[in-house]
């Protein structure tokens, strides 16, 4: 959680997201808005800083001064010796 300074918080909730654990390369998002029509990007993408909102357009918009999302790890080939 991140607040501004002097921000009161009253109640706080909450529980594990159900989150891919990995994608199939090669990973493509067409940005259309979720089944819940929240106009955020999909349980795929980490945002890491900032927010990112999905347009009508199918564009995801940056809204803070810095926004970095990463997609849920690829799987990979474990490596053999």
Partial sequence: MRSSNATTIASFNASVPALPTSQTPPFIDNF?????????????WQEQEGNFTITGAASAVGQASLNLATV????????TC
């Fill in 32 to 44: 259309a808005t979720n089944a819940a029509g929240a106009q955020q990007l999909s349980s795929n």
């Fill in 72 to 79: 849920t790890a690829s799987a990979r080939p474990t490596p």
